[in-house]
């Protein structure tokens, strides 16, 4: 990608049909820290790297809960992320109050896009910088969808988005075909291996991964530090000598951050419930 | 409210039908309706259908200002069209058609300007029934048995007697032929050409007008003053 005299604006085709605007966007995307997605019949995982700037500071909270069936993980510019996923609730919950339902994922996912699609046509705007996955459960079952910059948006059985998505992606193609029948525990598993993939070589531990669940009978909410930690003991290798992050650092981080504050974190000292002190 | 133009907003309706009745059965819902639209105390209009499909999974029965259910038709249209045309294989069911209408009624009642209606919406949808009343204020509720108007004092009492879980096509019919009956013999609004129609899983059906049999030769008819000399 070089700089050229097409990409000032995002209402400017380049002469071979390209908007580059809206491609460094994707660009943005590329740069976040990996996001992971997959989906069995009746479950959907998402997981993702929390890497925080230094020792000092908070992980940045990347997976949001949209309702109770659906929730979306993004990677790229996380103000971005955090301005749609206060659009995505604010739209679940408009249409229960008028239909008292749910609202169905695929609909929700096609809204996304094209609110994203205005963005890369009006000369006054930017595309936003953030790909999400989202997850979500309704009457036809479970879904993910990827919603990129661009107002594309596809379904998958499974992806990984976000720096070195490759080497989680490649784990997922070779184990794609037997996620529909997977079982939940398996599926997280899935999750967490592809999660490890991203991280290359660098030890997984439940301080630098977030892992959420939503499925038939269960609601959508991230799994606490602890019982991700117990879930990498069940594969690894060999066991972490590290204590877990989460005792000495709460009472800091509630001062320092509040709005940063991630599931992953908190969820040990706040108790085993399972969600974010954060859910809505 | 309106300052300028009090008649900008409904003060009281003119064309209005009487009782809806409903009930679920065995394999769905069954509702029934006269095809009266009375003008004041004139049963002026007598082929008003009452009773219409909503999108592939609902009934909607109204009974009062007939010119409001033809607006509310009008919404229900738009919104099942809207909902048709995300064709992406999710559909509205009665439950959520009966919640919006909930929103309607509601919000117009809030802006003194009601639709003049007490509305009956039943449907089934993936193998579950459901069938709710809503009316002008607003008030809305589910029922396994439903009646708007008069219809909530002469046909409910007979409903909570006989209706059950698991009646037969057969069965319901009677039953609600039997509240039908005794409206045609106490509600001055009612007419005797009745429209019943059932909604399942396959579909609506709209079934032709009939007649109900009625008798009048009770003694009490006969000689209807006999016990207050005078009157008429």
Same mark, same amino acid.
């Given at each position: 990608?070089? /700089?050229?005299?097409?990409?000032?604006?995002?209402?400017?085709?380049?002469?071979?049909? %390209?908007?580059?605007?809206?491609?460094?966007?994707?660009?943005?995307?590329?740069?976040?820290?990996?996001?992971?997605?997959?989906?069995?019949?009746?479950?959907?995982?998402?997981?993702?790297?929390?890497?925080?700037?230094?020792?000092?500071?908070?992980?940045?909270?990347?997976?949001?809960?949209?309702?109770?069936?659906?929730?979306?993980?993004?990677?790229?510019?996380?103000?971005?992320? /955090?301005?749609?996923?206060?659009?995505? %609730?604010?739209?679940?919950?408009?249409?229960?109050?008028?239909?008292?339902?749910?609202?169905?994922?695929?609909?929700?996912?096609?809204?996304?896009?094209?609110?994203?699609?205005?963005?890369?046509?009006?000369?006054?705007?930017?595309?936003?910088?953030?790909?999400?996955?989202?997850?979500?459960?309704?009457?036809?079952?479970?879904?993910?969808?990827?919603?990129?910059?661009?107002?594309?948006?596809?379904?998958?059985?499974?992806?990984?988005?976000?720096?070195?998505?490759?080497?989680?992606?490649?784990?997922?193609? %070779?184990?794609?075909?037997?996620?529909?029948?997977?079982? %939940?525990?398996?599926?997280?598993?899935?999750?967490?291996?592809?999660?490890?993939?991203?991280?290359?070589?660098?030890?997984?531990?439940?301080?630098?991964?977030?892992?959420?669940?939503?499925?038939?009978?269960?609601?959508?909410?991230?799994?606490?530090?602890?019982?991700?930690?117990?879930?990498?003991?069940?594969?690894?290798?060999?066991?972490?000598?590290?204590?877990?992050?989460?005792?000495?650092?709460?009472?800091?981080?509630?001062?320092?951050?509040?709005?940063?504050?991630?599931?992953?974190?908190?969820?040990?000292?706040?108790?085993?419930?399972?969600?974010?002190?954060?859910?809505? | 409210?309106?300052?300028?133009?009090?008649?900008? *907003?409904?003060?009281?309706?003119?064309?209005?039908?009487?009782?809806?009745?409903? #009930?679920?059965?065995?394999?769905?819902?069954?509702?029934?309706?006269?095809?009266?639209?009375?003008?004041?105390?004139?049963?002026?209009?007598?082929? !008003?259908?009452? #009773?219409?499909?909503?999108?592939?999974?609902?009934?909607?029965?109204?009974?009062?200002? #007939?010119?409001?259910?033809?607006? #509310?038709? *009008?919404?229900?249209?738009?919104?099942?069209?809207?909902?048709?045309?995300?064709?992406?294989?999710?559909?509205?069911?009665?439950?959520?058609?009966?919640?919006?209408?909930?929103?309607?009624?509601?919000?117009? *009642?809030?802006?003194?300007?009601?639709?003049?209606?007490?509305? !009956?919406?039943?449907?089934?949808?993936?193998?579950?029934?459901?069938?709710?009343?809503?009316?002008?204020?607003?008030?809305?509720?589910?029922?396994?048995?439903?009646?708007?108007?008069?219809?909530?004092?002469?046909?409910?009492?007979?409903? *909570?007697?006989?209706?059950?879980?698991?009646?037969?096509?057969?069965?319901? !019919?009677?039953?609600?032929?039997?509240?039908?009956?005794?409206?045609?013999?106490?509600?001055?609004?009612?007419?005797?050409?009745?429209?019943?129609?059932?909604?399942?899983?396959?579909?609506?059906?709209?079934?032709?007008?009939?007649?109900?049999?009625?008798?009048?030769?009770?003694?009490?008819?006969?000689?209807?003053?006999?016990?207050?000399?005078?009157?008429?």
């Amino acid at each position: 990608m070089f /700089r050229n005299q097409y990409d000032t604006d995002v209402t400017t085709w380049s002469p071979a049909g %390209r908007l580059f605007q809206v491609e460094y966007a994707m660009e943005a995307v590329k740069q976040g820290s990996a996001a992971i997605g997959l989906r069995s019949k009746t479950h959907v995982v998402l997981a993702c790297v929390n890497k925080a700037n230094s020792e000092l500071s908070s992980h940045q909270k990347k997976i949001f809960k949209v309702d109770n069936h659906i929730g979306v993980a993004i990677a790229g510019l996380t103000a971005d992320g /955090r301005v749609l996923s206060r659009y995505m %609730r604010s739209e679940c919950i408009n249409y229960n109050y008028t239909y008292e339902s749910l609202l169905p994922v695929g609909r929700l996912v096609v809204q996304l896009a094209d609110k994203a699609q205005v963005c890369t046509q009006r000369s006054w705007k930017r595309p936003y910088g953030v790909g999400l996955l989202v997850a979500g459960l309704d009457e036809s079952g479970a879904h993910l969808y990827y919603n990129c910059p661009s107002g594309n948006y596809f379904e998958y059985q499974a992806f990984a988005i976000g720096s070195r998505s490759q080497a989680a992606k490649t784990y997922l193609e %070779r184990r794609f075909e037997n996620f529909m029948s997977s079982s %939940r525990e398996d599926l997280i598993k899935d999750a967490l291996i592809a999660t490890r993939e991203s991280l290359q070589g660098e030890k997984l531990r439940s301080s630098v991964c977030t892992v959420a669940v939503v499925g038939v009978g269960e609601a959508f909410h991230i799994l606490d530090q602890e019982t991700v930690q117990q879930l990498i003991d069940t594969f690894e290798i060999v066991k972490e000598e590290e204590a877990p992050p989460a005792e000495p650092q709460p009472a800091t981080e509630q001062d320092a951050a509040a709005e940063q504050a991630s599931g992953a974190d908190q969820g040990g000292a706040a108790g085993d419930q399972g969600g974010s002190p954060m859910d809505i | 409210m309106a300052t300028v133009g009090e008649t900008q *907003r409904t003060l009281y309706p003119y064309v209005t039908g009487s009782s809806v009745v409903a #009930i679920k059965y065995k394999d769905g819902i069954l509702m029934a309706a006269d095809m009266g639209g009375s003008y004041g105390s004139t049963l002026r209009y007598k082929s !008003v259908e009452r #009773i219409k499909p909503i999108g592939k999974h609902s009934l909607l029965g109204a009974s009062g200002e #007939i010119s409001d259910f033809q607006e #509310i038709l *009008r919404y229900l249209d738009e919104l099942i069209l809207y909902d048709n045309m995300w064709d992406d294989g999710n559909s509205l069911g009665p439950k959520e058609v009966h919640n919006y209408l909930t929103r309607v009624m509601y919000n117009r *009642r809030n802006k003194f300007n009601p639709l003049w209606n007490a509305l !009956v919406l039943g449907g089934v949808k993936n193998g579950e029934k459901y069938l709710g009343m809503v009316n002008m204020i607003g008030i809305n509720f589910e029922d396994n048995h439903v009646a708007t108007g008069l219809g909530n004092h002469l046909a409910r009492p007979i409903l *909570r007697e006989e209706w059950h879980e698991s009646l037969t096509f057969e069965e319901g !019919v009677k039953l609600l032929e039997k509240c039908m009956r005794v409206l045609l013999y106490r509600d001055r609004s009612a007419v005797n050409k009745i429209q019943i129609s059932k909604i399942t899983e396959e579909g609506a059906t709209l079934f032709p007008p009939f007649s109900l049999k009625t008798y009048w030769e009770f003694s009490a008819f006969k000689n209807p003053t006999v016990g207050a000399e005078g009157s008429w």
